[in-house]
């Protein structure tokens, strides 16, 4: 249609703009008008819609009376301003929208930063309470364990319980408030982005557990070249995470295997279990500190391990989802940057 309409167009301009020159009424500004409309809901733009009407006058002019071609060219020139109002228009729409557009992100921009601000006041608040709790705690637990040692034969079994349940509450809350401090300094770290090779790392982290539960059987398939770029700290820590979640979870599972692998050259790395799973109507709580969808009897826990994955993923860029079935096991995706387009 684009290669056909400028003829069409340029013929039907020329007998619109002949017969305003002859009548000059306002139906013949309306048809500028529309002309207008039709030539920008087609594509035609200002400088081809000039070129048009001046090809259409200089051939009028070339047959007008002597002496009428500065008359004729000023009523031609209403014509073609006619012609011209809808791109008018159509331009200053775009000028308002951008400039309501321009308000509204100058407006979030505030908001984003208010929010990074009270966010940042909040982490900060969360570590120093935090921080600040320690003390008093090792104070209950190391007195409790100096009663149990030095007492323990004058007390009676109802007291020793009520200490050993003490002792147990110091050691967990301490175990959430270390969770909490090693939360609150990830945001506070900075990023060191460097070549990692996430297969070694990886390799070392299943060593680790295995030294620490010999008696474990655990097949682990770990892909060859797995690289990303990013700080090595961190992403030990995701993988400590990620692979020591799954060996946790594994624990009850007859022929127990984890595997770490890339999906299908995308960049998104996977750790997959065949473990305990868990219903996916909760996933949202997985990342949420202290949220946990087993009971601490069947697989101890402080409920951070996942929000620490979440918070490292996010700082490199990237993001992180789960998949999983109750009794068929889990799998955890994630990426280590934006994803490209």
Same mark, same amino acid.
């Given at each position: ?7 069409e167009f340029a013929n039907e301009y ?5 017969? &305003? ?11 500028? $008008? ?25 051939? *009028? ?27 008018? *228009?159509?331009?200053?729409? $775009?000028? @308002? ?14 908001a984003n930063a208010a929010a990074d601000?009270?966010?940042? @006041?909040?982490?900060? &608040? ?35 319980? $009520? ?21 609150? #300094?990830?945001? #506070? ?7 990692? @090779? ?16 010999? /008696? ?14 990013? @700080? ?18 594994t624990a009850q599972t007859t022929g ?8 299908? /050259?995308?960049?998104?790395?996977? +750790? ?9 109507? $909760? ?6 500190? &202290?949220?946990?969808?087993? #009971? ?16 490292? +993923? ?17 799998? &955890? ?9």
């Amino acid at each position: 249609m684009m290669e056909q309409l400028p003829a069409e167009f340029a013929n039907e301009y020329a007998a619109a703009l002949a017969s &305003f020159l002859e009548l000059q009424d306002e139906a013949g500004l309306q048809r500028a $008008y529309e002309l207008g409309r039709s030539a920008l809901n087609n594509g035609l733009g200002v400088v081809h819609l000039a070129t048009v009407h001046n090809r259409a006058l200089d051939a *009028m002019l070339a047959h007008a009376a002597p002496g009428s071609a500065g008359r004729l060219s000023a009523v031609a020139n209403s014509f073609l301003t006619e012609c011209l109002s809808p791109f008018e *228009m159509t331009l200053r729409g $775009y000028r @308002d929208a951008n400039q309501r557009l321009h308000a509204i992100n100058e407006e979030l921009r505030r908001a984003n930063a208010a929010a990074d601000e009270t966010i940042r @006041d909040l982490e900060s &608040f969360s570590y120093s309470v935090a921080h600040d709790l320690q003390a008093p705690l090792r104070a209950i637990a190391g007195f409790g364990r100096m009663v149990l040692e030095e007492s323990a034969a004058a007390l009676g079994t109802r007291a020793l319980s $009520y200490l050993q349940r003490i002792s147990s509450a110091a050691t967990r809350m301490s175990d959430l408030i270390e969770g909490l401090l090693s939360l609150a #300094r990830l945001s #506070r770290s900075e990023i060191r982005r460097v070549e990692v @090779d996430l297969t070694a790392l990886a390799a070392e982290v299943v060593a680790g557990l295995r030294a620490a539960e010999p /008696g474990r059987e655990v097949e682990v398939r770990i892909q060859p070249n797995l690289r990303a770029r990013g @700080d090595p700290r961190l992403l030990r820590q995701l993988l400590e995470n990620l692979i020591g979640n799954a060996w946790k979870f594994t624990a009850q599972t007859t022929g127990a295997r984890i595997d770490l692998g890339e999906v299908a /050259g995308s960049g998104v790395l996977v +750790v997959r279990d065949n473990g305990a799973g868990f219903d996916e109507a $909760y996933a949202d709580k997985l990342f949420v500190p &202290f949220q946990r969808l087993h #009971r601490e009897t069947e697989f101890p826990g402080t409920g951070i391990g996942l929000a620490t994955v979440q918070r490292i +993923v996010e700082r490199h860029g990237g993001r992180i989802w789960a998949e999983g079935k109750v009794g068929q096991g889990a799998a &955890f995706f994630f990426s280590l940057s934006p994803p490209v387009g």
